[in-house]
């Protein structure tokens, strides 16, 4: 049973920075690439940034390039997204997802939701103005 858990969200304030991590058990974390995603009250899922299975190959949405970073890393099997210049639009709860085809790269973007099949219950990040 694949298993997946985020850790790290909180209040921090406009301006801060907040690193969130995912550690996923009951598969080969190597083998997948990996997203984070957030849903906002009221609004839809989107996605935020992938990594490819190997953690070589990055996207970001336009509206966090330069101030997101997402890492993944193979050998402690774990992945990150480094969020930094949080604003009160970043509010949201964030989620990890793992594909669940294995050895599949990102090109651009997340691509379909539906890649990912399995996912985590969230962790609240709040920017507070």
């Known amino acids: 049973q694949v298993e997946v858990v985020e850790h790290g969200g909180g209040l921090v304030q406009v301006g801060g920075s907040l690193t969130l991590s995912c550690t996923v058990s009951?598969?080969?974390?190597?083998?997948?690439?990996m997203g984070w995603y957030r849903q906002a009250p009221g609004k839809e899922r989107e996605e935020v940034s992938c990594?490819?299975?190997?953690?070589?190959?990055?996207s970001y949405i336009d509206s966090v390039k330069g101030r997101f970073t997402i890492s993944k890393d193979n050998n402690r099997g774990t992945l990150n997204l480094t969020m930094n210049s949080l604003t009160p639009e970043d509010t949201a709860m964030y989620f990890c997802?793992?594909?669940?085809?294995?050895?599949?790269?990102?090109?651009?973007?997340?691509?379909?939701?539906?890649?990912?099949?399995?996912w985590g219950q969230g962790t609240q990040v709040t920017v507070s103005s």
């Open positions: 990594v490819d299975f190997s953690g070589s190959t990055t």
């Open positions: 997802a793992v594909d669940r085809a294995r050895y599949r790269t990102v090109i651009g973007s997340c691509g379909s939701p539906l890649r990912f099949q399995f």
């Open positions: 009951g598969l080969t974390f190597e083998d997948h690439a």
